[in-house]
Nanobody, 128 residues
């Protein structure tokens, strides 16, 4: 019923930019906080960024703060991740995700196990 579909991944050179998109269906998108996660080769899935249901609040992992921007267009049921100044260590499969229930703090997204809905992911490869 609930589907999250990521797109926009690809191969980029270090220092380049990329925009990821996540199209959601099967849920009341405008009432859900949304998040981005990533999983690098040989690593565990980790939090990247989250955005409140209204778009008025955001939170980022320290590793991407100042370089990535999360945004959303509720009319299009879509959340974006604008990635700038990309580094080789950003190479990973990027996933969008959402919890089933409402949350009070975006810090809830720090733990990937708290997410109930996941996309299949889109691969971002940053070359040096």
């Amino acid at each position: 019923q609930v589907q999250l579909v990521e797109s926009g991944g690809g191969l980029v050179q270090a220092g380049g930019s990329l925009r990821l998109s996540c199209a959601a269906s099967g849920l009341t998108f405008s009432r859900h906080a949304m998040g981005w996660f990533r999983q690098a080769p040989g690593k565990e899935r980790a939090f990247v960024a989250a955005i409140s249901w209204s778009g008025g609040g955001t939170k980022y992992a320290d590793s991407v703060q100042g370089r990535f921007t999360i945004s959303r267009e509720n009319a299009k049921n879509t959340v974006y991740l604008h990635m700038m100044s990309l580094k080789p260590e950003d190479t990973a499969v990027y996933y969008c995700a959402a919890p089933r229930r409402g949350i009070y703090e975006l810090g809830y997204f720090f733990d990937p196990s708290g997410m109930d809905y996941w996309g299949k992911g889109t691969l971002v490869t940053v070359s040096s």
